[in-house]
């Protein structure tokens, strides 16, 4: 019969079989191809797949040295699949101890030296009672012929599964049962061999043997139900064995529970809201902030000392400890287990100890093989920025190469060594200041400085403090430019381009920006409520000449006087918005100013505070500012070299 703790154990090994067999191996020139087809061949979408990449894929240099993706793929297991594991484990396992509880009734006859006795079991589950002439039958081939029928019939009917004394018999003591026992060399087992009475002689109940066992040095591990079992139902002149000692355990040592992948090259995939997977976030970084547990030491276990049947003690050792393995910017917690970050950043395991680093650099560009890039610190690359890829961290991002059409997002400063091409759709947004060589067909947006030191071409740049165009081709040619204090560049405009030029200082562009975005939703609320106020006056109008509305008009007027108070509140709470900020542009005591050092040519807008003017004449060496309300040209004003200066003392020319 199969137990159900065998069965479980039985059930487990077929599952982890089962799930292994699904493990197969995939490539594609890509790894979205290489994922795909594992799909394919596990007949599975690609949500449900998981995977870890073997051979990382080359593109190739001019045709050349191409590389394929390699991956080995698996089912994912969620918590959905070890549910229905579990159920069908559990029905199995209610089925075999279904199956084990059918079992029929049954009796045993002992011959003890005071006399006859009999044990009825019941039946388990359907099992069949047993019957008293089988019961009768038992007892004439023990040879006894003197008992009481009565008392038998009692014991048949209560099943009590006791021995019972029925009678007496005729005891020849030479006939009785004998019984040894034998002991392993290691004394880790215990076996008994019992010989068959003979006619007249007594069988052993189980309080002789035991007492023969202690009497024998076995003393521990007895399995008195297999002792009792073999007393009911005895097995003759063969070995059983009825005791067992117990082996020693050596404690387990201790460890270390990663909070985090310790694999750095795993590819961890995620399925968006959408149901798809975006193949260019590949998790590779694991961010954490400071204060995050990082690891859990697990102590070491004390060893199980074992015993033999003899009573002997067996010694186990002890599991040994380890030392916490703590590298660079963590801690351990006041319990000393646990390890914690100092800081925020990114986890790694290196050379067998956790350290959290600030600055995460990415050897080469930002592209397939490294996905998109969130970092809770510094980012450097020492690359390019591919297109459609985005970058963002909590601290700076310094890149050696070009940043194309892409995200860079930053609390910190950018920092962009060669240029800036954002093809109309690039965007690139800095808490504190962004320093390039150049910016082309981009969307800048900075916390304080934009620093440039070639140009600004066709481009939308928002600063909040300034934004300096200094080298010997800092020229800002096309586009919107909007900054608090200034704009400063070489030329402005272009002799031949058609493209629009405008520069505007003096405000806050967020703020501005806030402020046109509120005004235009108060406009367009405005309107809606002036021709609300017109439906509920005709409505109420035709309530007083005919008394009464339809049904559906008056639930139509009492929907028009709740929109209107919504609206009311709305306009209020917009035009105090709106009043906030006016207040905040009111108070900024950037007096505003846009320079150039050499030329600003016809065609350039010039937007100072609420002063506009449209440049017709071409200027050498001027800075337009505001006086009296209106837009001056004066002579030109270098910029202060504070702003120049950037981090590590980076200067733009």
């Known amino acids: 019969m199969v137990d159900f703790v065998q069965l479980q154990h039985v059930m487990k090994e077929r599952l982890e ?35 870890e990449v073997t051979i990382r894929g080359f593109s190739g240099f001019l045709g050349t040295g191409t590389k394929n993706w390699k991956i080995k793929a698996y089912e994912r297991v969620t918590a959905e699949t070890i549910e229905e594991e579990r159920e069908a484990a559990a029905e199995a396992a209610a089925e075999a101890a279904k199956a084990e509880l059918d079992e029929d009734g049954g009796a045993s006859v002992q011959l003890r030296y005071d006399g006859a006795y009999l044990k009825v079991t019941p039946p388990a589950g359907r099992g069949k009672k047993i019957n008293p002439p089988a019961v009768n039958q038992l007892i004439a081939s023990r040879g006894i012929s003197d008992y009481d029928k009565e008392k038998v019939e009692d014991v048949i009917r209560e099943e009590a599964a006791l021995y019972v004394r029925i009678g007496d018999f005729q005891h020849i003591a030479a006939n009785d049962s ?33 007492s023969f066992l202690r009497n024998n040095r076995v003393v521990f591990g007895i399995d008195e139900k297999a002792l009792s079992d073999f007393t009911d139902r005895p097995s003759y002149k063969e070995p059983a064995q009825i005791a067992a000692g117990i082996r020693p355990a050596d404690g387990r040592d201790s460890y270390i529970q990663y909070n985090f992948e310790t694999d750095q090259t795993r590819v961890r995939l995620r399925e968006g809201s959408n149901g798809r997977v975006d193949f260019k976030d590949l998790n590779i970084i694991q961010n954490v902030v400071e204060g995050q547990p990082l690891a859990v030491k697990i102590p070491a276990e004390d060893g ?4 033999t049947v003899t009573g002997k003690v067996i010694p186990a050792k002890n599991g040994r400890d380890m030392a916490l393995p703590l590298g660079k910017n963590v801690h351990v917690g006041d319990d000393g287990v646990t390890i914690i970050a100092d800081m ?62 892409a995200e860079l997002d930053a609390e910190g400063d950018i920092i962009v ?16 200041s962004i320093w390039a060589r150049f910016i082309e067909n981009a969307h800048v947006e900075s916390g304080n400085m934009v620093m440039v030191s070639d140009g600004i071409i066709n481009s939308q740049v928002d600063a909040f403090k300034g934004i300096i165009c200094q080298g010997k081709k800092a020229s800002i040619v096309g586009g919107r430019l909007r900054a608090t204090e200034e704009i400063n560049a070489k030329s402005i405009g272009s002799p031949t381009s058609g493209t629009e030029t405008i520069c505007e200082v003096g405000f806050d562009p967020k703020s501005k920006e806030q402020l046109e975005t509120l005004e235009a939703q108060q406009a367009d609320a405005e309107k809606e409520l002036e021709e609300v106020q017109l439906n509920i006056q005709t409505l109420i109008n035709i309530k007083k000449q005919r008394k009464s509305l339809p049904e559906d008009k008056e639930a139509y007027l009492n929907e028009l006087m709740d929109k209107r108070q919504l609206l009311t509140e709305d306009l209020k709470k917009n035009k105090g918005e709106i009043e906030e900020i006016q207040n905040f542009l009111n108070t900024l005591k950037a007096r505003g100013r846009v320079s150039a050092s050499s030329k ?4 350039v807008k010039i937007l100072i505070r609420d002063a506009k003017e449209d440049v017709r004449n071409e200027y050498r060496a001027v800075t337009f500012i505001l006086e009296d309300g209106l837009v001056r040209v004066t002579k030109y004003e270098e910029p202060d070299e504070e702003s120049k200066k950037g981090p590590d003392g980076y200067i733009t020319n």
Do not use: W
Not at 17 to 42: N, S
Not at 352 to 379: C, H, M, R, S, W
Not at 417 to 432: A, D, E, P, V, Y
């Open 304 to 307: 199980t000392v074992g015993r």
């Open 417 to 432: 060594n060669q240029g800036i091409k954002g093809s109309s759709t690039g965007l690139i947004r800095s808490g504190r």
């Open 178 to 210: 004998m019984i040894s026992v034998d002991i392993t060399a290691d004394e880790m087992k215990a076996s008994i061999t019992v010989t068959p009475p003979g006619n007249g002689g007594c069988d052993i109940p189980i309080e002789t043997c035991l």
């Open 600 to 603: 600003v040519y016809p065609g």
């Open 17 to 51: 079989r089962d799930r292994a067999i699904r493990i197969i191996d995939a490539e594609g020139a890509t790894l979205e191809e290489a994922v795909a087809e594992a799909a394919t061949l596990l007949n599975l979408p690609i949500r449900r797949i998981e995977y």
């Open 344 to 405: 925020n950043g990114q986890v790694i395991l290196n050379g067998g100890k956790i350290n959290v680093e600030p600055v995460y650099t990415i050897q080469g560009d930002v592209n397939i093989k490294t996905g998109n890039v969130i970092f809770l610190g510094a980012v450097v690359i020492t690359g390019n920025v591919e297109d459609g890829y985005s970058v963002k961290a909590a601290g700076n991002i310094e890149v050696h190469g070009t940043v194309e059409k």
